[in-house]
């Protein structure tokens, strides 16, 4: 199977059942970037880092075994803490996100959760009622729907076909399986295992935008 010579890869966006995902992974380098953002200059990290990590990621092809290191879901943090709070209802107070929350307004002067922040005990709770508790009564009584602006939660798919989650709406997506929420889930995805994308080209006849774009079909198919 030929490894090399691929064509890049173009994000597509894949409409999905939520509770079909089942497996989450980092993207590639983002360990080190992530390490880089902590370790080093900024300078170093904004003007060379995050220059080799969109070198190394421009084709949206990539090799390694993040697909065969990714977890189930359930285990990440988010899923955790989103878990606890639609348990913990109505009474948020009681879930462990809002104590994480208290205990970071007191030794931090400040809790975020994306673009909301709070700097006391009232802020907190208007961060959690209004906005962290809708989020899990409106998808209890209406399903998913994606948020005008919002931006599409990622994945992408590894060497065997798999669509795995990576970053962004990854507290949604929690959201949507703890409450059992119907509608489809919008996935971007933006890159994928060159093993994949070497084997459905040599599988079939055709421009390689129709085949991977009729592989892509094949994957969305499985996951609605």
Do not use: C
């Amino acid at each position: 199977m030929a490894v090399t010579g691929l064509p890049a890869f173009q994000p597509h966006v894949l409409y999905v059942d939520p509770h079909k995902i089942v497996q989450h992974t980092l993207e590639p380098h983002l360990s080190w970037v992530v390490w880089s953002a902590l370790n080093l200059p900024r300078i170093v990290h904004q003007g060379f880092v995050l220059r080799l990590k969109y070198l190394l990621g421009r084709k949206g092809v990539f090799g390694g075994r993040w697909d065969l290191n990714s977890k189930p879901f359930t285990e990440r943090e988010e899923y955790a803490l989103i878990e606890d709070l639609n348990q913990s209802l109505p009474q948020y107070q009681n879930s462990i996100w809002y104590q994480q929350g208290e205990k970071a307004v007191s030794s931090k002067g400040v809790f975020a959760h994306k673009t909301e922040t709070a700097h006391s005990t009232k802020e907190l709770d208007a961060v959690f009622s209004d906005y962290l508790v809708p989020l899990l009564t409106s998808m209890k009584q209406e399903g998913y729907q994606q948020r005008p602006g919002a931006d599409l939660p990622e994945g992408m798919i590894g060497r065997d076909g798999a669509l795995i989650k990576t970053a962004h709406g990854t507290h949604r997506l929690a959201a949507a399986k703890v409450t059992g929420a119907s509608g489809v889930f919008p996935i971007k995805v933006i890159g994928v295992h060159r093993l994949w994308l070497a084997r459905i080209l040599e599988r079939q006849d055709g421009a390689a935008p129709a085949v991977i774009e009729q592989a892509l079909q094949s994957i969305q198919e499985r996951y609605q």
